[in-house]
């Protein structure tokens, strides 16, 4: 039975940093494509981060790019989001999701199996 748990959420001022973490169970972070998504109130969940099963690839949506760093501890079957220089527009519901390796897509939502329960974070102005 796979389980995703998140921590680390909160609130945070403009050009503060959090760090999200993932822990899970149930699957092997090589088995699988691991990531995380993210759902502001009255939006659509979009895509933040992933990782690939295949040799580890890291990928970012552009609003993030340059500012969050997505990576593993495999020691612990861990998954971070370290979150730098937010800015009000990262307030949302953060969730760490895993999909079987199938298909070329990372960044789509409906296409993970998996998923946690969410972590909020708040970034004030």
């Known amino acids: 039975q796979v389980q995703l748990v998140e921590s680390g959420g909160g609130l945070v001022q403009a050009g503060g940093s959090l760090r999200l973490s993932c822990a899970a169970s149930?699957?092997?972070?090589?088995?699988?494509?691991i990531g995380w998504f993210r759902q502001a109130p009255g939006e659509a969940r979009e895509f933040v981060a992933a990782?690939?099963?295949?040799?580890?690839?890291?990928h970012y949506a552009n609003s993030v790019k340059g500012r969050f760093i997505i990576s593993l501890d495999n020691d612990k079957n861990t998954l971070h989001l370290q979150m730098n220089s937010l800015k009000p527009e990262d307030t949302a519901v953060y969730y760490c999701?895993?999909?079987?390796?199938?298909?070329?897509?990372?960044?789509?939502?409906?296409?993970?199996?998996?998923w946690g329960q969410g972590t909020r974070v708040t970034v004030t102005s």
């Open positions: 990782i690939r099963w295949s040799g580890g690839s890291t």
């Open positions: 999701a895993a999909k079987l390796p199938f298909g070329n897509d990372y960044d789509v939502p409906d296409d993970f199996q998996y």
């Open positions: 149930g699957l092997t972070f090589s088995s699988v494509d």
